[in-house]
């Protein structure tokens, strides 16, 4: 099976090559949508469209019913697996969304080159996969270098949500974004909450509830203290197994 840009996509297929956003940017890639929903101003001035990401969208239930939800936000969804983003693409291109683009590519690669800095409303990060050996632990995403890199890209006013079911995870998760220079946490004096009111669920969320499984969610961006009050802290029992 080849890697074909078409492979058996109905209609416009959203998935977007890393080297055609480099060279051309957003605003031509969504600007060839069929709407023509272009983000331009009658007087000729660009204006700044609402631009969200989702990094490792997996099945992508959450990216769906976003874009769904909110047809003027450009969506992007970035995954590491090709199958994953192909069949993604299928259901993007059957629900006809149009306010989708899919890149297939490690998001620590590709988040530089795809995103000018302050360019981001919002990042996800739902369920990261946790690599609980030792041995593997450098593949995991979330590490400083990356979340330098997130934050840059995010707007003055951008948020980054990160959840994870792994208690390990979770304590190093912690440890970058507490540390991360231009983001505060949102869930102060939380580190992270176990539940969020009126949040969509993921796949693997519903999975690992069903499981009984501890669930992490984190919130970071410019303002600290906004939800305060509103959520009780979730604990993870340090060094503790899932
Ligand atoms: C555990 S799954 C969670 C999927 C989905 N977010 C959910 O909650 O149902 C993690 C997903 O992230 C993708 N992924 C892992 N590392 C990635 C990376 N460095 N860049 C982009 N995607 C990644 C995997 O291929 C997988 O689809």
Redesign the pocket.
């Known amino acids: 099976m080849g890697r074909s840009l078409k492979y058996e996509i109905p209609g416009v297929d959203p998935r977007v090559p890393l080297s055609d956003v480099a060279e051309k940017g957003w605003t031509s890639v969504f600007a060839s949508t069929a709407s023509g929903r272009a983000p331009f101003q009658p007087d000729g001035l660009e204006e700044k469209p609402r631009r969200v990401l989702e ?5 992508g ?2 990216l769906l019913a976003m874009a769904a939800r909110e047809p003027e936000v450009q969506f992007i969804g ?4 090709w199958k ?1 983003t192909l069949k993604m693409a299928r259901k993007v291109a059957r629900a006809k969304l149009e306010n989708v683009r899919l890149v297939d ?4 690669h590709s988040i530089q080159a795809l995103f000018e800095p302050e360019s981001l409303e919002a990042i996800w990060i ?4 946790p690599w609980p050996k030792t041995r593997h632990a450098h593949r995991r ?1 979330i590490q400083s270098g990356f979340v330098g890199d997130a934050a840059v890209a995010l707007e003055s006013s951008g948020k980054l949500f990160v959840a994870t079911d792994d208690v390990p995870y979770a304590h190093q998760i912690d440890e970058v974004l507490s540390g991360a220079a231009r983001l505060q946490n949102l869930y102060a004096p939380c580190p992270f909450v176990s539940e969020v009111r009126g949040r969509a669920r ?4 519903d999975q690992w509830r069903s499981e009984g499984r501890p669930l992490h969610f984190f919130a970071y961006g410019p303002s600290p203290h906004s939800h305060a009050g509103r959520a009780t802290c979730g604990r993870a029992k340090r060094g503790g197994a899932k």
């Open positions: 990094i490792g969208f997996g099945r239930e959450f970035i995954e590491v697996s994953r590519d490690r998001a620590e739902n369920f990261t996969d995403l993921t796949g693997y969320e």
